[in-house]
């Protein structure tokens, strides 16, 4: 079967310094991979996504990247984190060019950057 | 734009009765998906249903079923019976195929934190 993990699952993080959030998937091949962001009090909005290795769209500007270094693997990137960045961050899986059978998610990371 | 509106941002039913969370949407696609999923407060989100566009029968499953009324743009979400484990913020969602990039995408609502009282 397919599973997600993410990690880790809470981190306080000062101002300035680096992020990075992995994110992996077992059970699947070239699976379609997200980032979301949810921030208090409202809903999820999505930060990136990819359709396979190295492949990285962006959907809105900020102050995160995204990467893919493997097929299964995505991970979240800042260099240099701002007070803004805080919130709670999904990564999620669906079938690549498959039906949308909705996204399996993971079970998160609350981000707190003080 | 796609949208999605969930214009309840809380609501409370008592444990056993019925209650309706309502949802909007807005596009001009005409092949899309709408799904309702749920976040308790473990945060882990867990879908509940979903909707194809281009069928006309609403989705049931077990407790939840859907209203689709496609052309009023409208997909609401009814839970009968309610439970006090049905306590949670639930999301619409709208899905759409990008073709460009083969992916399928969400836009979410703001949700609607619901309350089960005992």
């Known amino acids: 079967s397919q599973t997600i993990h993410q990690w880790p699952a809470t981190l306080v993080q000062p101002v300035g310094s680096p992020l990075s959030l992995e994110c992996t998937v077992e059970?699947?091949?070239?699976?379609?991979l997200y980032w979301y962001r949810q921030a208090a009090g409202r809903g999820l909005q999505l930060l990136f996504y990819?359709?396979?290795?190295?492949?990285i769209s962006s959907e809105v500007p900020q102050n995160l990247s995204a990467s893919r270094p493997q097929d299964r693997q995505f991970i979240l990137s800042s260099k240099k984190l701002l007070l803004s960045d805080s919130g709670f961050y999904l990564c999620?899986?669906?079938?690549?060019?498959?039906?949308?059978?909705?996204?399996?998610f993971g079970s998160g990371t609350r981000l707190t950057v003080v | 734009a796609q949208t999605v509106t969930q214009s309840q941002p809380e609501m409370s039913v008592q444990e056993a009765e019925t209650v309706t969370l309502s949802c909007t949407y807005d596009?001009?696609?005409?092949?899309?998906?709408l799904f309702w999923y749920k976040q308790p407060p473990s945060r882990q989100m867990i879908l509940v249903i979903r909707?194809?566009?281009?069928?006309?029968q609403n989705a049931t499953e077990n407790r939840f079923s859907v209203n689709f009324q496609k052309a009023a743009k409208s997909f609401s979400l009814k839970i009968s019976d309610s439970q006090l484990g049905d306590t949670a913020m639930y999301f619409c969602?709208?899905?759409?195929?990008?073709?460009?990039?083969?992916?399928?995408?969400?836009?979410f609502g703001t949700g609607t934190r619901l309350k089960v009282l005992a």
């Open positions: 999620a899986w669906s079938v690549f060019r498959g039906l949308p059978w909705g996204y399996t």
């Open positions: 059970g699947t091949s070239n699976p379609n």
């Open positions: 990819s359709v396979g290795i190295g492949q």
């Open positions: 596009t001009s696609e005409s092949n899309y998906y």
């Open positions: 909707q194809e566009a281009y069928k006309q």
């Open positions: 969602a709208f899905m759409k195929h990008a073709a460009t990039s083969g992916t399928y995408k969400y836009i």
